[in-house]
């Protein structure tokens, strides 16, 4: 625990990665399904806590309640507004094993709730009650991975404070399962093509239907390697030519953004100067570019 920065090596924690994505989507999508419907999808997504990730409260008629991930104690916590709460123990357990015991636990609760159970934003998607075949839990990992988020979510809140504009909160997308935090121009943008595995075009239409500058951290499935991210929609001409630091910050041609991989950052003499120069200097690239209104959109009345 005394590592603010962990290594989060991808081939140390692959299994577990994918397992936990998965249990990730079955609590976010209970959330989803009772939360209003907030624009960009801004009603799904966890919070980081001082142990793990939250759904944070959600109505269920009169009543409230909240899922919690523990990774320090490594287990599932369903609270209600009465007082009651149910514990499923974080260990190696299948995705249907893990989906079977939450329904259970608000069963018990007397929360009777319906989700679309196939997997969003992934290739292959095997739908919860069936998935036998994901079922790893390494403690060790699952803790280095909230403890990254936790200070990386620091910094994105410190880089947040800084715009004036429209700008979202900084939150887990369970879909995509990454940190992201996002500002926007306050211009619409061209429709965007859609086409992201299993998730419906007409989410990431309304989600892009303004201009973004987007940044956030993944864990790496795909890319090989945890890394921080930067991207802008639409990419002004020049995005990827545009300079930005720190040195070891580069513009993958493949994804269409930028990239600091997360040992570069833990890596540094100082790990949040050089994420903050990466999200500063990224943002600036596409606000430049795309001529935003820059001055208008900055934050000048604390400091």
């Given at each position: ?55 944070t409260t959600i109505p269920y008629g009169s009543r409230v309640f909240q899922i919690d991930f523990d990774f320090i104690d490594h287990q599932l916590q ?226």
């Amino acid at each position: 625990m005394s590592d603010l920065w962990p290594s989060l090596a991808l081939d140390a924690w692959q299994d577990t990665y994918t397992t936990l994505h998965m249990w990730t989507q079955v609590v976010g999508k209970i959330r989803m399904v009772q939360t209003p419907w907030i624009n960009h999808s801004w009603h799904l997504p966890l919070y980081l806590t001082a142990r793990g990730l939250t759904t944070t409260t959600i109505p269920y008629g009169s009543r409230v309640f909240q899922i919690d991930f523990d990774f320090i104690d490594h287990q599932l916590q369903i609270s209600t507004s009465e007082g009651q709460r149910r514990i499923i123990k974080l260990t190696p357990r299948s995705v249907a094993d893990f989906y079977r015991a939450v329904m259970q636990a608000l069963a018990d609760l007397d929360i009777s709730i319906k989700i679309n159970t196939s997997p969003n934003e992934v290739t292959d998607p095997i739908p919860f009650e069936q998935d036998e075949i994901h079922k790893s839990y390494d403690a060790e990992y699952a803790n280095r991975f909230w403890r990254v988020l936790l200070q990386s979510e620091r910094v994105l809140r410190e880089f947040r404070s800084h715009f004036a504009g429209k700008v979202s909160p900084v939150h887990f997308f369970w879909g995509s399962f990454d940190m992201a935090v996002t500002r926007f121009s306050g211009r619409s943008a061209p429709e965007h093509p859609g086409g992201v595995p299993h998730l419906p075009d007409a989410v990431a239409k309304e989600a892009y239907s303004q201009e973004v500058s987007s940044a956030g951290f993944w864990p790496g499935a795909g890319l090989g390697y945890p890394a921080f991210y930067s991207y802008a929609y639409p990419a002004p001409d020049g995005f990827g030519k545009a300079p930005v630091q720190p040195e070891s910050a580069f513009f993958h041609e493949g994804l269409g953004e930028f990239v600091l991989p997360l040992d570069a950052v833990r890596e540094a003499n100082d790990p949040d100067r050089a994420l903050m120069a990466f999200l500063q200097s990224t943002y600036s690239a596409a606000a430049t570019l795309a001529n935003w209104d820059q001055d208008a959109l900055k934050q000048t009345w604390f400091k």
